[in-house]
């Protein structure tokens, strides 16, 4: 092309070009019609699909990404579906059919906001928004792992990305929501900290302002999980106020050592601690020290719940 003229393009013969709101609907469509060619491959019902290349050869599967390594696809916005499968499949392992048919309902849905005179800038925004909450919400859904040194000390920190597990759990009726208070005092034993932990997180979620005593027993500061996350987000909650009690402290701590005992409780709960609900989880020895510590302060045995380690 010289300086100046018009650029010439050479196209296929029987292209077409479309703008607007129909290259919208057309990228669309394209998109869906690779969506909808696995989603009947999705679930314990799901079918198989067999695939006939131009040899002739014959493939049968449900692996939706599989299925889109094998068909022909030419379409721009078919290609970057086929993309999403093989980049779930390389970073995951897993979840292929489920990542084009969730992109399939995306897309879909945004045809909807396009019908509605919304702009497509505002959609792809507002799609931003929502994956950044995404990830902010499977960021909390975790689980802890105490280190034994057996299979949570050697087979755990060996799994790598992409490998399946299965878990079971969790059991039981160990939750505040069955416990219903005007306050309450959470005492843990080690790794007992983690479904009080959890029960913190649902509090702040829900915006709930009741009071919360947090006491923390553990035998060195670094055996406190969670020492660090509790603190952050006590400056997030000011109802919260944790309590950590070390049996063999670092030199320079200056908190509470020792035991969780009725003398350490007493001076951080409030005057109307007897009605607040006590939610407690632990090994046996803080168990049973508390079974003598409690009554000692007055505390209502049905305004106790407890969940014993050697009880799961």
């Known amino acids: 092309m010289m300086g ?21 609907a057309n990228n669309i469509q394209a998109a869906l019609a690779i969506s909808d060619a696995v989603r009947s491959t999705l679930g314990p019902k799901g079918m198989d699909k067999m695939l006939v290349d131009s040899m002739g050869d014959v493939t049968i599967t449900n692996d939706g990404v599989t ?13 970057m579906i086929v993309e999403v499968a093989k980049t779930q499949d390389n970073e995951c392992g897993d979840g292929t059919t489920t ?23 505002v959609i792809a925004n507002g799609y931003r928004m929502a994956a950044t909450e995404a990830k902010s919400v499977l960021a909390k859904n975790s689980f802890t792992v105490k280190n034994l040194g057996d299979w949570s000390g050697k087979q755990v920190p060996a799994i790598q990305p992409g490998e399946k597990v299965w878990l079971d759990g969790p059991h039981g009726v160990f939750s505040m929501d069955r416990e ?14 983690t479904p009080l ?34 603190i952050e987000l006590s400056k997030r909650m000011p109802n919260l106020k944790p309590v950590p009690v070390i049996t063999n402290p670092p030199k320079d701590w200056e908190g509470e050592t020792g035991y969780i005992t009725a003398e350490i ?6 005057k109307e601690y007897r009605r607040f609900k ?13 079974e003598v510590a409690l009554p000692e302060l007055g505390v209502p045995p049905h305004n106790v719940l407890t969940e014993r380690f050697d009880m799961v």
């Open 4 to 24: 100046g003229q018009t650029p010439i393009l050479v196209l296929r013969e029987g292209t077409t070009r479309e703008r607007g709101k129909g290259a919208q």
């Open 180 to 193: 219903q208070g005007m306050g309450y005092v959470f005492v843990a034993g080690g790794i007992g900290v």
């Open 99 to 121: 990542a084009v048919v969730l992109a399939g309902e995306l897309l879909k849905k945004a045809q909807d906001l396009l019908d509605s005179a919304v702009h497509p800038t």
């Open 67 to 79: 299925i889109l390594k094998e068909v022909d696809v030419e379409h721009p916005a078919a290609k």
């Open 265 to 270: 409780m007493h001076k951080y709960l409030p």
């Open 197 to 230: 932990y959890s029960m913190l997180q649902t509090m702040e979620e829900r915006e709930d302002v009741r009071p919360v005593v947090f006491f923390y027993g553990a035998n060195t500061f670094d055996d406190m999980t969670f020492l660090d996350e509790l």
């Open 278 to 290: 006590y939610l407690i989880c632990g090994p046996k020895p803080l168990m049973d020290a508390l």
